[in-house]
């Protein structure tokens, strides 16, 4: 059997839009400015999809879900897999209950949440201090994964997704490119024109008996446009542990390798992906894990410690909580993990910055391309807690998709991408998905009908 193909739906979100539903009656049991006081939410958000403004002119966005998470205890992966034994599990349904109410388009989007890293690489001008902030933005977009053990819709063919945040300086935009194998390609670029930053993102799975492991394909890039300079890196492979059977949980390792395609190496950056990252100089770095390895004294990081903290000011309100890194001294702090809303965990673990993504603000749906995330009728009814709802919108439109893509075989017509098309990295030479331009001019009379 086909390991790639017929555990997308069991990992990542990628459903095979060779799904049959035939286990789908399961499916019907079923910023700094965003770090807000949550008790403050009953005041702010406005349950028309409204958003407040506040007296400074910077909108306050919702902090929280219209619905509390469903319960997933009840349910199990191995309760859908024991009955496909000698089937293809690429003609299964897996039930609406193990997904996240979020495209996958948008959590690509929650790269974003750290963008005060991206503006402190544009004000420095000491070349290493940038490296260091843009090391830091790398691996923060991966902290917002931990415990989310949830699944995102997998995206249809030609979906999009659009973020402008005028109070944190940027606009964002991706679109389902592909979807054998599935690809997703975004852009997005400073509102200042500091800043450009585009990829696509397609894992490779390899399944373990236990476990699922996504290895990363696609290259990410970022430009600092008033530096002239360049820096593109991969993904760290991501594993889903206890598929089978008892509580799942998220590892993410291997090198992530940042080049900045004018530099040697010139500075060490460690620190692990769910708490924090430090820097300090190759020597130092060098001489204290040889001290290690002879026995000597190690020393973990405590918040009580006189260390160098980060420039970012919010670090200063975060509550002390003890980190399990290997602290060597003399290193400074790059970044560290945004607390999550204390009701995170009754919102699918997401952080602050992860539900506002699917907010639909008045006025929005009259300006959005008809194929963005926000519009999808199984994403909105499962925020909004219609989990039967949700689960025959998902099975319908998965139907259409199959429909459209019967119906293009039969006229022989390519499905043609509508904002990013294949080219190549200019900086790496590899094959890549590049944005064309176009979008922001809101000329979206000839996207496809996919909901």
Same mark, same amino acid.
């Given at each position: ?8 739906d069991?990992v ?18 079923v ?8 008790? /403050? ?21 919702? &902090?929280?879900? =219209? ?5 997933? $205890? ?10 496909? %034994? ?8 897996? *039930? ?7 495209s996958?388009?948008?959590? %690509? ?43 995102p819709?997998? =995206? ?26 599935? +690809? ?28 699922? #492991?996504?290895?990363? !394909?696609?290259? +990410? ?22 598929? %089978?059977?008892?509580?799942?949980w998220?590892? /993410?390792?291997g090198?992530?390798? @940042? ?20 820097? &300090?100089? =190759? ?24 260390? +160098? ?9 975060? *509550? ?8 060597? *001294?003399?290193s ?9 809303p204390?009701?995170?965990? /009754? ?20 300006i ?8 999808? *009728? ?16 998902? #099975? !319908?439109? #998965? ?19 509508r904002?990013?098309? /294949? ?7 590899? $094959? ?9 001019? !809101?000329?979206?009379?000839?996207? =496809?009908? @996919?909901?």
């Open positions: 059997m086909n390991s790639e193909e017929e555990f997308y069991a990542t979100g990628f459903d095979s839009d060779n799904s049959s539903g035939d286990f789908s009656e399961a499916n019907h049991k910023t700094e400015m965003l770090d807000l006081d949550p008790h /403050q939410s009953n005041r702010t958000e406005k349950h028309n999809g409204e958003t407040e403004i506040q007296e400074n002119g910077i909108k306050r966005h919702r &902090t929280s879900l =219209p619905a509390p998470m469903f319960s997933r $205890s009840d349910f199990s992966v191995w309760s859908i897999l024991k009955k496909c %034994i000698g089937l293809e599990l690429s003609k299964i349904t897996m *039930p609406i209950v193990f997904n996240e109410p979020l996958f388009l948008q959590r %690509i989007t929650e790269y974003m949440e750290h963008i005060y890293l991206i503006n402190k690489a544009c004000s420095h001008a000491d070349p290493l201090e940038r490296m260091q902030a843009v090391a830091a933005f790398a691996v923060s977009a991966v902290a917002s994964q931990w415990e989310r053990t949830g699944k819709f997998n =995206p249809l063919l030609g979906e999009t997704y659009e973020l402008t945040r005028e109070d944190l300086g940027f606009r964002f935009i991706s679109e389902q490119v592909s979807h054998h194998p599935p +690809i997703s390609a975004f852009y997005s670029e400073g509102l200042n024109k500091d800043f450009i930053f585009h990829g696509s993102i397609y894992p490779k799975l390899k399944f373990w008996g236990k476990s699922i #492991e996504a290895e990363p !394909r696609g290259t +990410i890039t970022l430009e600092l446009l008033k530096h002239n300079e360049a820096y593109t890196w991969t993904n760290p492979t991501c594993c889903v542990h206890n598929v %089978i059977i008892g509580k799942l998220l590892e /993410q390792y090198t992530v390798e @940042i080049v900045n395609h004018s530099k040697k190496k010139l500075c060490v950056i460690y620190g692990k992906w769910t708490e924090c990252l430090w820097c &300090t100089d =190759p020597t130092t770095y060098e001489t204290y894990k040889k001290n290690e390895k002879r026995g000597g004294e190690q020393k973990k990081l405590k918040p009580s410690e006189d260390v +160098i903290k980060s420039e970012n000011d919010e670090a200063d309100d975060m *509550p002390e909580v003890q980190d399990t890194v290997q602290f060597v *001294p003399g400074k702090l790059l970044w560290r993990i945004n607390c999550r204390p009701n995170s965990s /009754q919102m699918y673990n997401f952080t602050s910055f992860a539900v506002s993504l699917n907010e639909l603000e008045k006025g929005m749906e009259a959005l391309a008809p194929t963005d995330c926000r519009l999808r *009728p199984d994403i909105r009814n499962m925020e909004n807690g219609n989990m039967d709802v949700a689960s025959k919108e998902k #099975e !319908r439109l #998965e139907e259409k998709q199959r429909a459209a893509r019967k119906e293009r075989a039969k006229d022989e017509v390519e499905w043609q991408t904002w990013f098309h /294949q080219g190549t990295n200019p900086y790496t030479g590899t $094959s890549d998905w590049l944005y064309s331009g176009g979008y922001f001019d !809101r000329n979206f009379s000839d996207c =496809p009908d @996919i909901y």
